[in-house]
């Protein structure tokens, strides 16, 4: 959970700087760069320590679905530029 901790911080960190910025702040893509190493990290962490007991799912949930969706967020959001992609390319 730490690493999730951190990337979402750097998320919501970088989200709040470009709020209330006028047009200084960095790019979400800087934000994206920055927090996918800790979610690959804390995913990788977090599947490294599912145990077979059905309790110990529960626990594990949390960081893999905190983690996980730091993964998914750059193709959640809108404004994320450069890391949707475009089909009409391809």
């Not at 998320?11 to 760069?33: K, V």
């Not at 077979?52 to 530029?81: D, E, H, K």
Request: aromatic share 18%; with cysteine.
């Amino acid at each position: 959970m730490i690493f999730a901790t951190f990337g979402w911080g750097v998320f919501w960190c970088s989200a709040i700087w470009d709020r209330l910025s006028e047009g200084w702040a960095p790019t979400p893509e800087l934000a994206y760069w920055i927090s996918t190493p800790l979610a690959l990290a804390g995913f990788a962490m977090a599947v490294f320590t599912v145990r077979s007991q059905r309790s110990w799912l529960l626990f594990v949930s949390v960081p893999l679905i905190a983690n996980g969706f730091l993964l998914i967020l750059p193709w959640l959001l809108p404004g994320a530029g450069g890391l949707h992609g475009n089909w009409e390319s391809f």
